[in-house]
């Protein structure tokens, strides 16, 4: 059995930063790509971030120059750092990571989703 256990959402006023954190854990061989969507209400959830098992980087256009991916893979984690943040980026964010367990091919396994808030 694999999770993934979010963190480090909450209230910011504009301008603020957050950290974000995704640990994943259970029986896992590997971990590939790792990364950060997000959803605000009444849109469709966007891609903000990835990184490859390598720590190649992509991140959604809106939040270049202001948010960095970064993982740690001895334990497993994946962050995102948010700095100058904005109200737009008010959402719940949600970790995913594409695992392999000891039992059974590549998949992608989601975080619980945690809440970003920012005030104007």
């Known amino acids: 059995q694999v999770q993934l256990v979010e963190s480090g959402g909450g209230l910011v006023q504009a301008g603020g930063s957050l950290r974000l954190s995704c640990a994943a854990s259970?029986?896992?061989?590997?971990?590939?790509?790792m990364g950060w969507y997000r959803q605000a209400p009444g849109k469709q959830r966007e891609l903000v971030a990835t990184?490859?098992?390598?720590?190649?980087?992509n991140y959604l256009d809106s939040v270049k120059g202001r948010f960095t991916i970064s993982r740690d893979n001895a334990k497993n984690t994946v962050y995102l750092q948010m700095n100058s943040l904005k109200p737009e980026d008010t959402a719940v964010y949600y970790c995913?990571?594409?695992?392999?367990?000891?039992?059974?091919?590549?998949?992608?396994?989601w975080g619980q989703g945690t809440q970003v808030t920012v005030s104007s």
């Open positions: 995913y990571a594409a695992i392999a367990s000891r039992s059974a091919a590549y998949r992608d396994y």
């Open positions: 259970g029986s896992i061989f590997s971990i590939n790509a």
């Open positions: 990184i490859a098992w390598f720590g190649g980087t």
